[in-house]
């Protein structure tokens, strides 16, 4: 089997998106501590483009290139194979991270600034903050991982990738925040929380990096680029879209996810 190598420029390039784009949580929570009303609309049609990216790209894009390089490591048939169980294995995995967390703390459950206007303290709910952010380190280190791939694959793919991760990133900060700050009234320590669980991102992809990079043939890269992509539609069916639609005005959700399907084709064709 051919061997894959990548340049140091492009490991870093993929480490620094990601790297940026785990940190937006910190931009949710932030916005929970200075500011009194969360923009609806902004919130539904955000993530609704970040859906839309990802389902685009995934479809048009990745699962393709880990079909080429799978049928030109194993043939035709066994290739197709292989990159339909690899998808299959990715919306598997990330299904089964979301089944080991309790939905009370699950951090992909878009929270607004309004939860913060509440009154009374309850200590319990630095517990849940707390729940909630290991539950997103949980979850960010399989999107950590597709950030990364997908930016090594091919940058023109990966930095729309990396921005639609860092939008869905930022209500997830909220969620974080939210209930610490309520609970403690201390904005640092919300923030940090918030921002730590943000790093599992680029942990998430340096692990499976260096665990990966000694076997690094086309095999197992089109088996990464098919598995990224299971992981990143069933994030975008189970998580994105529902919240989207759950924070809707009118069409906003609609629009978002048109309007990143339509900025990941143009940059395809474009760049």
């Known amino acids: 089997m051919v061997g894959v190598a990548f340049t140091d420029s492009a490991v870093l390039a993929a480490f620094g998106l990601t790297l940026l784009a785990g940190l937006a949580t910190g ?9 009194r009303r969360t923009n609806k609309a902004f919130l539904s049609s955000s993530l609704g483009f970040s859906a839309g990216v990802m389902i685009y790209v995934s479809f048009v894009e990745l ?18 194979w292989a990159a339909a ?19 009370a703390e699950n951090p992909h459950d878009a929270s607004v600034v ?3 206007q509440v009154e009374g303290v309850q ?71 918030s921002f730590l669980a943000g790093l ?18 086309d095999s197992v890269v089109g088996a990464s680029l098919a598995a990224v992509a299971g992981v990143m539609v069933f994030i975008s069916l189970d998580q994105l879209i529902p919240n989207a639609k759950k924070f809707s005005q009118g069409h906003y959700a609609v629009y978002g996810l048109i309007a990143g399907m339509a900025v990941m084709a143009f940059s395809l064709l474009l760049l």
Do not use: C
């Open 27 to 35: 931009i949710g929570s932030v916005a929970a501590f200075f500011t």
């Open 63 to 80: 699962l393709p290139a880990a079909n080429r390089l799978l049928a030109d490591a194993q043939g035709d048939g066994p290739g197709a």
């Open 85 to 103: 169980l690899s998808f299959l294995g990715g919306v598997a995995a990330t299904a089964l991270i979301d089944l080991v967390i309790p939905s």
């Open 114 to 116: 309004e939860d913060l």
């Open 123 to 193: 200590p319990a709910l630095k517990r849940v903050g707390l729940l909630t952010a290991a539950a997103l380190a949980l979850h960010n280190f399989p999107e950590g991982f597709a950030t990364f791939v997908s930016v090594l694959h091919d940058l023109r793919v990966g930095i729309p990738i990396a921005f639609a991760i860092a939008l869905h990133n930022i209500p997830e900060g909220l969620a974080v925040a939210i209930p610490i700050y309520f609970a403690t009234g201390n904005r640092r320590q919300a923030f940090w929380y």
């Open 200 to 217: 599992a991102e680029p942990v998430g992809a340096m692990v499976g990096f260096l665990a990966l990079q000694r076997f690094l043939t």
